[in-house]
């Protein structure tokens, strides 16, 4: 398969992406939004405005754009606004685009674009440009009347000064028009008297501006442009080398690579005369002492640098000193690091390999005279770098043992990591390296794959674990080889692939006789089992890890088999016992110093809690975790877990603000497939409860990419994700085959974590498509929460939003046979925690359907006492209807203002809606002092002539807007009313004596 040349997967700007969309979002709100998009040269800001255009248009905005132009020391005026109206009469012609200005306006706006006529002689130069300062202003507000209009100014750090004085007038003057400003500049280039650095501080005091820095890509994210780029997954050695060589610079990732999908060589010429133009300008003398600092790895200290040169520090600084404030190097307290990874590897470059040697060489000999020269807190990875290059292969050896021991300390894993697999590539070149280190080639590996798990490294870990187990005799080491396989049973549940039970299995087949590592393995394998539904010889197993634990007195054993103990105790309703064993396992962890097990205890203390309810005790329970996980250096691992919990239990409460800042955070740090997947699903779940369509596509595609890796526990969310959405788009269909295919997953389980949950999300798909079919054809296919079909001024609908195609005869019998094999299922599924049995009622209710009363008041007063507003607020409008089917409009009238109040205080828009469209249906105010309708004062507006009987001609000359725009606005009214014609609104504005 041919390399591409670039990579079709947008890797590592999902969040600034959703920024981008939420943003315009708010721009179809009517609410304008500025962007400002900061970033080092390569960093990926044009790819983003590019995905977020096309995106932006698939969603129905008009897109402008426009780049400013680097012209001698200056920009071209208005050069961004120029190109964005030169692509505006393309589309529609200079008559189209004038037709959308006032008749006074297209003189001004020629002295952008001469096509639009002829500039207006004008004397006095200010009012003149205010004039078209203005103009532009009105310009958007014209064609944002209509839909959002997007305006993407690219390379704003060569903005001349009349674009930055447009751009500063419009931020400060864009009010109630759906427009939203997105400005990119290169944040590299902005040195301390760039003009552009005080408008950027200016404009970000703005309200309407949110600042934007892309960062590097992860590694992870480097990983997935790789597999673009090559056409298949990125093997993660070459992940590894490209991130280190490009430092999650884009265009440096695609550099990075040969013709051939293999490490390139050497840089391309283009790529190496960028990275060098700045280097080229300073001083000779300089450009020398660069490249022997290009040697001494990411950073080069001061101290160091002066003894392997031979300078003192008052030459050296005068050396160095161009280069510093030439922006070719950073520098710190203590030395200098290079702006970027691939500019000093151009200037390595320009060393020959006998010399690079000998500066190696002399590195090494100065930090063993005197290793106060290292400047990362470590100086034998460093020694053993330098030694490694020089080729000096025993020295190097024994300096990163001595490094993987110095990291493991001090908690650096990942960098231990290094060190420990620098020991395994060197061990077949030095003679005798088991006797100088004192451990086995079998022990470093060991030794290197629980550090990977660690990190986080799965895929080294596997690697590495893997290698030890081909390498141990069962026979003669039955333990060792059983603590290996367990081992690997972690990275692979860490890494979400597949085998962790057939590790557990060959564990326990290994270690037949009592002792604590059998106590060990019988408590993970008996939690396995448990998990899957073998429950019988789960609890067995279970039940013998804690005894004989308990019998041999070992912490670690302990610790494991009391915190699986606690999940089977928490299946069985015995709460308090469960809580006893996780306090227990804690202690043990303490007392045996394995973090592993304490971070462990965390995770499982904080599940506790979600599943008692005690949701705000459970956040605060995760976020101690986390900062223990951080401490301990193993975020990526035990963290990670920790984090999930964090994120699910604030969706439960419905603190979704913190939610996403949570998930923006973890996703920082790279989490695992199986717990991003997590963190990325409720996500998504607080995106569909907001009605945020473009983030919630944005995230779903995300997690398709995650599907496979998810895990049991986040793919049983993920399942209840497709069908909350299917059900809310209307697909019944996809709804009612979704939740059928993971009841079939899921339910030979018998784990109530998985399948309450999924039983009540499938419950209610249930019940929506039964509310469904029961409408008329022109009201099927959609969920109550979204607005109903977008109907036409003259009140025909789309057939296929109206149901046409649909076998209703088919769906029923599909609802019915699920409906009867969820409540088959629910029937022998425990429920002894509050989050399973809150779920239980809730289930019943939505099986008994809108018209039981009681089911439903059970329903509110469960979620009530759960402290979960968003299900509370749904189950209070389910309450109300039942209450208006036995003509209590009263009490009707309470729970929907209740509910009306919390929809909005979460910002559930959806929610909200169907609220509305409820109160209007049953003649009852939501919002007590407010109105029902939802409409826009403009919607308003146009309503009342639509009920004085006005046609669309008629109301759009009465109201100074297009016939287009005036259709526009007529059929936004009646989906929002839920009627199918003009005279139906007309009708029901009447009936709800809107305009009395």
């Not at 939802?934 to 006005?950: C, K, S, Y």
């Amino acid at each position: 398969m041919p390399l591409h040349q670039v990579s079709p997967v947008f890797a590592g700007r999902e969040n600034e992406l959703a920024v981008l969309l939420g943003a315009l979002g708010q721009a179809r709100e009517g609410e304008p939004r500025v962007v400002l998009i900061g970033g080092e040269a390569g960093v990926g800001k044009t790819r983003l405005t590019s995905e977020f255009a096309a995106r932006a248009e698939q969603a129905g905005a008009l897109v402008l754009s426009g780049g400013c132009v680097e012209l001698s020391t200056s920009g071209l005026p208005y050069a961004p606004f120029t190109a964005a109206l030169r692509g505006l009469v393309r589309d529609l012609g200079p008559e189209g685009t004038t037709a959308l200005l006032p008749h006074d306006s297209a003189g001004d706006l020629s002295r952008l674009l001469p096509e639009l006529g002829t500039p207006p002689a004008e004397t006095d130069r200010d009012i003149a440009r205010m004039r078209l300062f203005e103009h532009v202003l009105a310009l958007l507000g014209r064609l944002a009347a209509d839909r959002p209009a997007v305006l993407i100014v690219e390379d704003a750090h060569w903005a001349d000064h009349s674009t930055r004085d447009l751009l500063s007038f419009l931020t400060r003057n864009l009010h109630g028009v759906g427009v939203l400003l997105a400005v990119t500049y290169r944040a590299d280039d902005l040195h301390r008297r760039h003009p552009l650095r005080p408008l950027l501080a200016e404009l970000s005091r703005v309200g309407i501006v949110t600042r934007l820095e892309l960062p590097r890509l992860t590694r992870a994210e480097v990983a997935a442009q790789l597999g673009g780029l090559l056409g298949h997954a990125a093997d993660p050695a070459l992940a590894e080398l490209v991130h280190a060589r490009s430092e999650g610079i884009p265009l440096f990732v695609e550099a990075a690579l040969g013709p051939d999908g293999t490490p390139a060589d050497d840089l391309p010429e283009s790529l190496r005369d960028l990275l060098l133009s700045g280097v080229q300008r300073l001083p000779e003398e300089t450009q020398r002492v660069l490249r022997v600092a290009t040697v001494a790895g990411d950073r080069a200290g001061h101290a160091l640098l002066a003894a392997v040169t031979g300078l003192d520090d008052t030459a050296l600084s005068d050396r160095m000193r161009p280069a510093v404030t030439g922006n070719v190097l950073l520098t710190d307290e203590e030395g200098y690091a290079f702006r970027h990874a691939l500019i000093r590897e151009a200037v390595r470059g320009e060393l020959l390999p006998g010399e690079r040697t000998a500066l190696h060489r002399r590195y090494a000999e100065a930090l063993a005279a005197n290793p106060a020269l290292g400047t990362g807190g470590r100086p034998s990875a460093e020694l053993a770098a330098h030694w490694a290059a020089a080729h000096d292969n025993e020295r190097a050896l024994l300096a990163a043992w001595d490094a993987a021991a110095e990291c493991a300390a001090a908690l650096s894993y990942a960098e231990g990591l290094q060190m420990l697999e620098l020991v395994l590539e060197l061990w077949e070149r030095v003679p005798g390296a088991a006797t100088r280190i004192g451990a086995d080639h079998t022990a470093v590996l060991e030794r290197a794959a629980e550090t990977a798990y660690a990190c986080g490294e799965t895929d080294r870990g596997l690697r590495l674990a893997s290698a030890a187990i081909d390498a141990l005799d069962g026979d003669a080491e039955p333990e060792r080889k059983a603590l290996v396989h367990l081992e690997r049973a972690r990275l692979r549940s860490l890494g979400g692939g597949p085998g962790a039970l057939t590790d557990l299995r060959a564990a326990e087949r290994l270690v037949p006789g009592a002792g604590p590592v059998r106590a060990s393995v019988l408590a993970l394998l008996g939690g396995e089992l448990t998990e899957i539904g073998e429950t019988e010889t789960g609890h067995a197993m279970i039940e013998e890890a804690v005894a004989l634990a308990a019998r041999l007195g070992d912490a670690a054993a302990s610790a494991d088999a009391l915190t699986t103990s606690a999940f089977v105790a928490a299946v069985k309703g015995d709460l308090a016992s469960a809580s006893d064993a996780l306090e227990g396992s804690r202690s043990m962890a303490e007392q045996g110093g394995s973090a592993r097990r304490l971070l462990r205890a965390f995770v499982n203390l904080s599940a506790q809690l979600i599943l008692r309810c005690r949701y705000a005790e459970a956040i605060a329970t995760a976020r101690e975790g986390i900062a223990l996980a951080h401490r301990l250096g193993q975020i990526r691992a035990g963290g990670g877990y920790i984090a999930g919990n964090l994120i699910e239990a604030q969706f439960a409460l419905g603190r979704w603000d913190d939610l996403a800042a949570s998930y923006e955070k973890a996703m920082r740090l790279e989490p695992n497939p199986p717990l991003r997947g997590q963190m990325l699903v409720f996500r998504a779940m607080v995106a569909l409860a907001r009605g945020e369509t473009p983030l919630l596509n944005a995230l779903t595609e995300q997690l398709g990419r995650f599907a496979a890796r998810l895990g049991r526990f986040g793919s049983g969310a993920y399942a209840c994700l497709l069908i909350d959405h299917r059900t809310a788009e209307g697909d019944f269909p996809g709804a009612i085959a979704t939740a059928q295919d993971a009841l079939d997953r899921f339910g030979p389980t018998g784990n109530p974590w998985y399948l309450w949950p999924i039983l009540h999300s499938a419950m209610r798909a249930c019940a929506a498509a039964d509310r469904g079919l029961d409408q008329p054809a022109a009201g099927r296919g959609r969920d109550p929460r979204q607005d109903p079909p977008a109907a036409a001024a003259d009140g025909t609908r789309d057939p296929v939003a109206a149901g046409h195609g649909r076998d209703p005869r088919r769906e029923q019998t599909s609802v019915a046979a699920l409906r009867g094999a969820l409540v088959e299922v629910a029937r022998d599924v425990p429920a002894g925690a509050p989050f399973w049995a809150v779920r239980k009622v809730a289930f019943a209710a939505e099986a008994a359907g809108v018209g039981d009363l009681p089911a439903w008041e059970a329903a509110v007063a469960a979620w009530e006492a759960a402290g979960e507003p968003y299900p509370l607020a749904e189950a209070l409008a389910r309450a109300a209807e039942a209450c208006a089917a036995a003509s209590d409009r009263d009490g009707a009238a309470v729970r929907l203002a209740r509910a009306a109040e919390i929809a909005e205080s979460l910002r559930a828009r959806p929610l909200a809606a169907e609220i509305d469209r409820l109160a209007r249906r049953i003649g009852v105010a939501a919002r007590p002092g407010g109105d029902a309708h939802g409409l826009t004062p403009r919607e308003l507006e146009v309503l009342r002539l639509i009920a004085a009987g006005r046609s669309n001609r008629e109301l759009a000359g009465e109201l100074f807007i297009s016939v287009k725009t005036a259709g526009v606005h007529v059929s936004n009214i009646l989906g929002k009313l839920g009627v199918a014609s003009r005279g139906e609104a007309a009708a029901l504005a009447h009936r709800l004596r809107l305009f009395d």
